[in-house]
C-alpha cells in the first residue's frame, strides 16, 4: 500500500506562484513515477506534469510548460510542483499519484487527497 500526503495549496493572485509538495509513504519501490493533476469544478481530471524515479524524464501538459516545473527528492520520497505564473483557469484541486511509469499515472490505484490550489484574478 502506499499514503500520498500533498501540502502547500492556498489563494494566489493571478501571475503568482506556489509550490506543491507530495510525500509518498509505504511500498513506493515498485512505483518509481510521480505526478500531479488537476480537477476544476465541473470539469475532469486532467494531466499536469509527470517525473520519472530519476527525474531525467520529465512530460508537461502543453498550457503549463514553461511555467510548471516538477521535481523530486528520492531520499524524502517526495515530489514538488512549482507553478508560477497561475491563472485563474487554474483554480482546481491539485492531486499526487505515483505508478510504475509515468504513461499509467491516470489510471494508479493511489492518489492523495488533494490539495486546493485558488487563483484569484
Known amino acids: 500500500q502506499v499514503r500520498l500526503v500533498e501540502s502547500g495549496g492556498g489563494l494566489v493572485q493571478a501571475g503568482g506562484s506556489l509550490r506543491l509538495s507530495c510525500a509518498a509513504y509505504?511500498?513506493?519501490?515498485?512505483?518509481?513515477?510521480m505526478g500531479w493533476f488537476r480537477q476544476a469544478p465541473g470539469k475532469e481530471r486532467e494531466f499536469v506534469a509527470a517525473?520519472?524515479?530519476?527525474?531525467?524524464?520529465?512530460m508537461y501538459e502543453d498550457s503549463v510548460k514553461g511555467r510548471f516545473t516538477i521535481s523530486r527528492d528520492n531520499a524524502k520520497n517526495t515530489v514538488y510542483l512549482q507553478m508560477n505564473g497561475l491563472k485563474p483557469e487554474e483554480t482546481a484541486i491539485y492531486y499526487c499519484?505515483?505508478?510504475?511509469?509515468?504513461?499509467?499515472?491516470?489510471?494508479?490505484?493511489?492518489w492523495g487527497q488533494g490539495t486546493q490550489v485558488t487563483v484569484s484574478s
Open positions: 509505504g511500498r513506493t519501490f515498485d512505483s518509481p513515477a
Open positions: 499519484t505515483i505508478g510504475p511509469s509515468v504513461a499509467r499515472l491516470e489510471s494508479s490505484d493511489y
Open positions: 517525473i520519472s524515479r530519476s527525474g531525467g524524464s520529465t
